[in-house]
């Protein structure tokens, strides 16, 4: 078997969102130039993008109001719901990523891609159903519920648009290579059609667009990750034990890789990590934001239900097509370079498989899927980012609650027209940059930022606006020099020999200088002010649990 040489994916979509840091590489250059053009996926891609620019156009005469651009009309059942926040949350690189980590280390690849899944519980038990309750268009929305509207809402956008920024750069970085590789077309080019296409469905559909973008790309990615683990597991009778003994034969580490403890040894790096896939996913903004789109609190707990399902069985794929790939693509020649290394690196474990189970076809579906991956997760964070802008900053801190909905709208698709230039200019300037850090980073802002003042918002009485506000700039400003003075950057981007922090994920340091920062400047406020945001908490908990406040009004305030 002769499989289609496309080492440049390694680079291109393990930047792309959820992967290991650690696994990114960059392609050699002119390797892109070398790589023969796969037909297929070029049929498919056209396929997928025409469709969503025809749920565009549908989602766009749907659209007037404020609530149908923000949060669809809150027409999304839970499970339509529950589907879309999958497609958000699996991207390309967590389908590649972390069935590379298995490929390469085994067991220790389940371990990572648990810790993907264990922020759902947080979500599910802590968060969805107060949320819904309380806010309307953004978490923002929630915080200032009871605190001072500028200050609280200027923290959670700085927030929200970090960490946008930091996740799109990625985003645009690996999809800028993908369509380079498929198309043959200059990198800049390439970036400038995944902008152009990311702001029309903003733009015009809103949320209603890029749920059932979101939608569609969740299942395609499930039934592509479904076919590639069914033909492994039928390749080895359905036994898993036939399974990993024959990965164990083959793999270069034998008996190692069924060991954990290969990736992250030290125990701080490790809680550190942790906490911040833990905790940071219950802070991301546009996966927030989903839970505004469906009608009450019970089905924002079912969105999460299913939510958490179709993620756990997503990542149980992974694990069993990284053991697979391990078998009948790092056994085989065909897809060794003169090294004895895996065609492109081992991120491309996964892509190699689906060609050996399914030939050039299945291969073409999958590029076509990672696309769709990349471009659904673009829009939700997109949408995320001109919501912060339009509703949390201008609306509320600007005009002060007193902007119609129609120039709220107008702001935002403004503010989607400026958010899709800046990714495109930060994709092309960050083209020959590893930024695959960039992703955990995102993730340890949202858990040092955003997830303590949100979490604390609603559940303790004595937060203040003072304390919100300077405890989560305290989280903001330590995560990114500790990130900045780290091995990550300061070491690999940087180039100087060793770190002055010593270690790659500084979440457990930040988030709790975020807590101690917020608690402090709380407990130590004696004004009015914070008198009666203690007071008006009973009132906050009445709706938060029941959806009704004391006036009994049922609609959520911005």
Not at 33 to 54: D, K, S, W, Y
Not at 199 to 226: C, E
Not at 280 to 299: C, S, Y
Not at 354 to 380: E, H, K, N
Request: proline letters at 3%; a neutral charge.
């Amino acid at each position: 078997m002769t499989p289609r040489r496309i080492p440049a994916w390694a680079g291109a979509i393990a930047l792309c969102g959820l992967a290991a840091p650690a696994l990114a590489a960059e392609p050699a250059a002119g390797e892109l130039e070398r790589q023969p053009v796969n037909v297929m996926a070029i049929v498919m891609f056209v396929v997928f993008v025409g469709a969503t620019l025809g749920i565009t156009y549908w989602a766009a005469r749907r659209t007037r109001s404020a609530t149908d651009f923000y949060a669809a009309g809150r027409s999304i059942t839970g499970f339509q719901n529950g589907l879309a926040i999958a497609g958000d949350y699996m991207s390309a690189a967590s389908f590649l990523g972390i069935s590379g980590l298995v490929f390469l280390s085994g067991f220790d690849g389940l371990i990572y891609s648990v810790g993907w899944l264990v922020g759902w519980p947080i979500i599910l038990f802590l968060v969805a159903e107060r949320l819904r309750n309380l806010g309307k268009f953004t978490f923002a929305d929630v915080i200032s519920y009871r605190l001072g509207r500028v200050r609280t809402r200027i923290l959670s956008a700085s927030g929200a648009l970090t960490v946008v920024i930091l996740y799109l750069i990625a985003q645009m970085v690996g999809a800028g290579k993908l369509i380079q590789l498929l198309f043959g077309l200059p990198y800049e080019y390439a970036v400038v059609l995944v902008g152009g296409l990311m702001v029309l469905y903003v733009t015009f559909g809103g949320m209603l667009a890029t749920t059932w973008v979101q939608i569609i790309k969740a299942g395609l990615l499930l039934s592509g990750a479904t076919f590639i683990a069914l033909a492994v597991l039928i390749e080895f009778g359905f036994s898993f034990e036939r399974l990993f003994a024959s990965a164990v034969e083959v793999h270069s580490k034998a008996g190692a890789i069924m060991a954990p403890g290969g990736l992250i040894s030290d125990p701080v790096s490790a809680i550190s990590l942790g906490l911040a896939l833990m905790f940071g996913t219950a802070g991301l903004p546009h996966i927030l934001m989903r839970f505004f789109t469906v009608r009450d609190a019970k089905q924002a707990r079912i969105s999460v239900f299913f939510a958490t399902g179709f993620i756990g069985y997503f990542y149980i794929l992974t694990f069993v097509i990284g053991f697979g790939a391990i078998v009948l693509v790092g056994s085989d020649p065909a897809y060794l370079d003169v090294a004895g290394k895996l065609i492109g690196g081992d991120n491309m474990a996964a892509v190699h498989l689906s060609q050996a189970v399914g030939g050039d076809i299945f291969l073409g579906f999958i590029s076509a899927v990672a696309f769709a991956t990349i471009l659904a997760v673009v829009a939700g964070l997109t949408l995320a980012g001109a919501s912060a802008l339009s509703h949390d900053l201008y609306a509320n801190v600007l005009r002060a609650g007193k902007a119609s909905e129609r120039e709220e709208i107008r702001v935002s698709r403004i503010a989607t027209f400026i958010l899709g230039g800046i990714a495109v200019l930060l994709g092309i300037s960050f083209e020959s940059q590893n930024v695959a850090f960039m992703v955990g980073l995102a993730f340890a802002i949202a858990a040092s930022v955003n997830f303590p003042v949100l979490i604390l918002a609603m559940y303790w009485k004595r937060l203040t606006t003072r304390g919100a506000f300077y405890g989560g700039f305290l989280g903001l400003a330590t995560v990114v020099v500790l990130v900045i003075l780290g091995p990550t950057v300061w070491v690999d981007v940087l180039g100087n020999e060793a770190a002055i922090f010593p270690y790659k994920y500084p979440a457990l340091f930040s988030m709790s200088v975020a807590f101690l920062g917020i608690w402090f400047f709380s407990v130590s406020d004696r004004s009015e002010a914070a008198k009666r945001e203690a007071e008006a908490f009973e009132d906050q908990y009445i709706r938060s649990q029941t959806g009704l406040g004391a006036e009994g009004a049922t609609e959520p305030r911005a």
